[in-house]
C-alpha cells in the first residue's frame, strides 16, 4: 500500500482536517480548529457537526491546493471513522464517499488512535515499529505496543477521565481558558509544584492503567479550602503542582512499561504529548534506559489528517462500491486496523 497518494479527512471532535500523504511524506496538512468552543469551555457536539460541515470542502480545496494536486491525481479516500463525536464523524466520512464513489476511487476507513501512533511513521525521521507509544490527548490515554504498521496493542488506559480532559477541567477551576493545556504550562512555570499536596494516583496499581479522576477531585477540595481570594493567590503553584502530578503519572506508567519489556524506541502522541515539562521527563527517563525517543513534531502531535493517512496506507482499502454503506462508530467498534 506504501507510496499511493492518499487524501485524508479527520473530523473526529472539533478540528476539521485534510492532507494529501505519499507514502511517508506529507505533500499538505491543513488544520481549521474550531476556536467558537472556547466559549463554552468545552466541545459542544452539535455546534462541531455544524462547522465542519461549513469548513470541510474549503479545506480539502485548501490542502489539494498546498499540495499542488487536482481531485484527479489522488489515487485513494482516507478517513477517520471513529472513535470520535459521531455527528462530526459522519461529515468526514460523508465527505469522504462523495469525493471516493463518482470517481470510483477506493476508501480506507481509519482508527483515529492508529493515527496518533501512525504519525510517528511519518517525515522527518520516520520510526519504525517495533516501539511503546504514550498517546495522550483530550479524549484518549493509553499506551499502546505497535508491534507493526498495521495496528497496535492496548497495554494500558484511563480508567476515567483522559490526560488531556484532566488538564482542560482543572484549567478551568483554575479560570484559564480552553483548551487549557498550553495555558496551564506556562501559568505553572511561575509556580512550586510541591507547594500543595497531589495524590500519585495509581501508584500501588500494578498494572498499566491511568486514572485521573482523583486528581481532578483533589483540586477542587483544594480549591474549596482555598476559597476564590486564596485561589487567585496561588493559582501558579495549583497549576505546577497538577501538572506535575498529571505528568508523574503518564511517566510512571511509561517507566513501569519499560521495565515489563524490552522496547529499542519510545514515542509520544496526542495534544498532551505537546507539554514541556512532559516531554523533558520523557526524554530523561529514555536517556537513562538507553532507549530511541521520537517526539514528532507539536502539529502531528494534536489531531490532524497526515496521521490518518500513514495509518490508511498500512491498512486494507475497501474497493467501490464496498463502502457505501460503511458506517461510524463513536467508541468500541474498531476499524479492521484499529487496536487488538
Ligand atoms: O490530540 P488533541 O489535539 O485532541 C484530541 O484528540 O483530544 O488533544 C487536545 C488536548 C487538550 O486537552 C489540550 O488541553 C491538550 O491536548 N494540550 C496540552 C498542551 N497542548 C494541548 N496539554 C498540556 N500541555 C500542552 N502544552
Ligand atoms: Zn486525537
Aim: proline share 6%; hydrophobic share 45%; with cysteine.
Amino acid at each position: 500500500m506504501t507510496g499511493m497518494r492518499v487524501l485524508a479527512i479527520e473530523t473526529s471532535c472539533d478540528d476539521t482536517c485534510a492532507a494529501v500523504v505519499e507514502g511517508n511524506r506529507i505533500l499538505s496538512s491543513v488544520i481549521s480548529s474550531q476556536r467558537i468552543h472556547e466559549r463554552y469551555g468545552g466541545v459542544v457536539p452539535e455546534v462541531a457537526s455544524r462547522h465542519h460541515l461549513e469548513l470541510i470542502l474549503p479545506v480539502i480545496e485548501d490542502a489539494l491546493d498546498r499540495a499542488g494536486l487536482s481531485l484527479d491525481e489522488i489515487e485513494a479516500l482516507a478517513v477517520t471513522a471513529g472513535p470520535g463525536l459521531i455527528g462530526a464523524l459522519l461529515v468526514g466520512l460523508s465527505a469522504a464517499k462523495a469525493i471516493a464513489a463518482p470517481r470510483r476511487l477506493p476508501l480506507i476507513p481509519t482508527d483515529h488512535l492508529h493515527g496518533h501512533v501512525a504519525a510517528n511513521f511519518l517525515e522527518p525521521d520516520p520510526l519504525e515499529p517495533p516501539f511503546l507509544c504514550l498517546v495522550a490527548s483530550g479524549g484518549h490515554t493509553m499506551l499502546a505496543a505497535v508491534r507493526d504498521h498495521g495496528g497496535f496493542e492496548i497495554l494500558g488506559e484511563t480508567l476515567d477521565d483522559a490526560a488531556g480532559e484532566a488538564i482542560d477541567k482543572g484549567a478551568r477551576m483554575l479560570g484559564l481558558g480552553f483548551p487549557g493545556g498550553p495555558a496551564l504550562q506556562q501559568l505553572a512555570v511561575e509556580g512550586d509544584p510541591d507547594a500543595f499536596e497531589f495524590p500519585v494516583a495509581m501508584s500501588r496499581d500494578p498494572g498499566l492503567d491511568f486514572s485521573f479522576s482523583g486528581l481532578k477531585t483533589a483540586l477542587v477540595y483544594i480549591c474549596r479550602d482555598l476559597g476564590e481570594e486564596g485561589v487567585l493567590e496561588r493559582k501558579a503553584d495549583l497549576a505546577a503542582g497538577y501538572q506535575a502530578a498529571i505528568v508523574g503519572q503518564l511517566v510512571a506508567k511509561l517507566t513501569r512499561a519499560l521495565a515489563l519489556e524490552d522496547w529499542p524506541a519510545v514515542a509520544l502522541g496526542g495534544g498532551v504529548a505537546a507539554n514541556l515539562p512532559l516531554r523533558a521527563a520523557v526524554t530523561r527517563l529514555c536517556e537513562e534506559k538507553g532507549v530511541r525517543l521520537k517526539l514528532v513534531p507539536i502539529s502531528l502531535c494534536t489531531d490532524n489528517a497526515a496521521m490518518i493517512a500513514a495509518a490508511a496506507s498500512h491498512t486494507e482499502p475497501i474497493p467501490w462500491p464496498g463502502y457505501l454503506d460503511f458506517d461510524a462508530f463513536s467508541s468500541g467498534g474498531r476499524t479492521s486496523a484499529g487496536a487488538t
